[in-house]
């Protein structure tokens, strides 16, 4: 069964400092996508970075960056640059398009980053 | 352009009763999706609407359905409203076969 965990339910971090907040998956499947998503208080899922099971090189967003390890199944998110606006809940995500739906997202637990001045 | 818009903000029912949230795409978007995100925990996929027709719905008993209408906006029902339904209810919405889901601000359903 596909299954997304993520093992760090807060994490805190200076402010201009980088963090990086981790994620691991579990599928059979080998085509796949990997998502962070922020929430901040809100509510609202903010998109944030995306990475497809074959695109060889990391993908970058900016301040985000996804530490992809394939034969980890880790797909860790770092934030460089650390702002106090970063502080929210931020979920991994993934999709597994043979998994009876082409776009059913698969959820973490979230892992809640406060950002320190 | 606009984005994800859901309603109400907030609901608060009893137990027993009707639930029904409201949700509105991204213009020239034809999927949409919605989950449950009950307190503390992750969010759990619910339903997919897209082009009208339900293509796939996560673990839920059959009193949680839906309907996508011509304009692509979407209703979710929950009927015989239990305690553990309340949760924040988030709409999310995509062009067909793309894989960015774009998500709305949520409906907080209280169950009393």
């Known amino acids: 069964a596909q299954k997304i965990t993520q093992t760090q339910p807060g994490m805190f971090v200076q402010e201009k400092e980088a963090v990086t907040l981790d994620c691991t998956y579990d599928t059979s499947d080998p085509s796949y996508g990997l998502f962070w998503y922020k929430q901040p208080s809100s509510g609202e899922m903010i998109f944030l970075i995306y990475?497809?099971?074959?695109?060889?090189q990391n993908a970058t967003e900016g301040r985000y960056s996804l530490n992809f390890q394939k034969a980890r199944k880790s797909a860790n998110l770092v934030i460089s640059a650390s702002q106090l606006g970063d502080s929210a809940m931020y979920f991994c995500a993934m999709r597994v398009p043979r998994d009876g739906g082409y776009n059913k997202l698969i959820f973490g637990a979230g892992t809640r980053l406060a950002v320190h001045p | 352009e606009a984005g994800v818009t859901q309603s109400p903000t907030h609901l608060i029912k009893t137990r027993g009763q009707q639930a029904t949230l409201r949700c509105s795409p991204i213009s020239g978007h034809t999927s949409v999706y919605w989950y449950q995100q009950a307190l503390g925990l992750g969010l759990q996929f619910l339903l997919w609407?897209?082009?009208?027709?339900?293509?796939n719905r996560g673990n839920f008993p059959p009193r949680f359905s839906g309907r996508q209408f011509p304009n692509y906006s979407s209703e979710l029902n929950v009927n015989a409203l239990e305690l553990e339904d309340s949760a924040l209810y988030l709409c999310?919405?995509?062009?067909?076969?793309?894989?960015?889901?774009?998500f709305g601000p949520g409906t907080r359903l209280t169950v009393t």
């Open positions: 999310a919405s995509s062009r067909t076969n793309h894989y960015e889901q774009y």
């Open positions: 990475q497809g099971s074959y695109d060889q």
């Open positions: 609407y897209d082009e009208g027709e339900e293509r």
